[in-house]
């Protein structure tokens, strides 16, 4: 069992703790070893145990905990608390805002198991009557219910991503790796996706004989093409029954509008072509007219020379720009980020720890700035030529205003500008926000501009033609944050931004060397847009970097 699955073991077994009104000191205790654990850089399941206690957090009940999950794969305690726990009750823990304090109060005191029953309540007003409960928090926990089940049965791409291989595997063994491919919303990159698609040869009903297994998995939808089933976890498979590979590959991995508009293109006579990468590139080789990627394959613009371009490549990404430590709320030092992004072959790493007002993600006061900043100067002389930037993720607060005094701001090399607080804001309130962020001299990208979670928490609205020009006039780039929970700002905007000049800089956010590795998700969305490695600022190399920043600071 890896540390990832111990913490969410141990932090659900809190949190059921807290739901039963248990001893508080105990659920804390547990929390804060998952919050450990997390974090930690070295696998517990191969730490000997006694060297257990000397981690922070980790007493002789949570070891016991531990010791129990890794030779049993289970925790009894907290498979009892499952069991004495409506399931429905256990669910309102995906409530955004709701924490188990919360729900102990909406089911024991409110007599609510189910977050069905929780939005009647909301709709009904009954939550004013309880402690805690405000206008503006039943108000919340409605939106929040909304939205979690308008996205019911949707998955990130890199969870899809994940997932992929077993499911091909499987196909691939029933029906021959030359008859199936992917396809779908997968295949055109999309951050979220509600199915995974595949166009299989054969016809339906031998994909119907084909998963009759010992334990088929649910058929949830069928047409006269297709065939829909549910796994387990959640995810639907879509199978298209084909006799004409090509065709469907390239109708289903399209929109309506693209795939009418490139039909509607007339064949040249005399092509003959023996190589070509997937089925349905033959159907624009046919026409004369230059492949397009499955990631831009939206709209009939698409077919257009600005298009037709290859798309960025991951192996353009120069730089490491956006990333924390374990100086604020990274898992990893300085030193261990700068040589994972060597090893990457990349020339530099832009530090951005959290700034002051970021209490929660233990934010660098001005005194540790300084402290950081001569780390920084003592690793640019070990590195070399390798570069840490000194940079900052600096808060936007309420009122638009960055993080620390001018005098300090003016010591880091640049600045990303984020919201991370008051994220419940009218369009009007958080464009103005952004605004005055954008216009501060010391600003050099913005980061995340909505501030969502895909699947977890819509972003605040903001006009987002105002904040992109505002950036043009200001020569402040734009973050695609590359978390495949973020990809913010999402790419329907890119090409509107390119239009207008701005910058745009794919940026991993890691806070672990794994998530360096979240940059390929950035890369994905942008190959749906006209982004080429001049106008991304991750692109750069070093010393068009350094170039940039000189350029910045004279403007």
Known sequence: MENTQLAEQLELFSKLLDIHGADSFKSKSYAAAAFTIEKLTFPLVSTPKEKWRSIRGIGNSVAAAISELLEHGKLNALEEFLHLTPAGVVEMLQIKGVGPKK????????????????????????????????????????????????????????????????????????????????????RRQLPTLEELAFVVVASKETIKEK???????????ETDQSLCYKLKNGLAIRLVASTNLPLDLLKTSSTPAFYEHLLSIPEQSGISVSKYQAPDDLFFINRKIPVSHPARREFKKHLEKPYQATPLQVDTIKGLIHCHSNWSDGANTIEEMAQSCIEKGWEYMVLSDHSASAFYANGLKVDRVVTQHQEIDALNKKLAPFRIFKSIESDILTDGSLDYAPAILSTFDLIIASIHSNLRMTEEVATKRLLKAIENPFTNILGHPTGRLLLSREGYPIDHKKIIDACAHCQVAIEINAHPRRLDVDWQWIDYALDRGVLISINPDAHALSGLSDIKYGVLVAQKTRLTPAMNLSSFNKNQLEQWLVEQKRS
Not at 119 to 124: F, G, P, S
Not at 211 to 221: G, K
């Open 211 to 221: 998963f009759l297994t010992a334990q088929p998995p649910e058929l949830i939808d």
């Open 103 to 186: 729900i102990h109060t909406i089911w024991k005191e409110m007599g609510i198991e189910s977050m069905g029953e929780l939005l009647y309540a909301c709709q009904e007003n009954r939550l004013l009557h309880f402690k805690g409960f405000g206008e503006k928090t039943q108000l919340a926990i409605e939106n929040a219910i909304r939205f979690l089940l308008q996205h019911k049965g949707h998955f990130l791409y890199a969870e899809i991503e994940a997932l992929l291989p077993t499911i091909v595997s499987f196909l691939e063994l029933q029906f021959g790796k030359e008859n199936i491919a992917v396809t779908g919303n997968f």
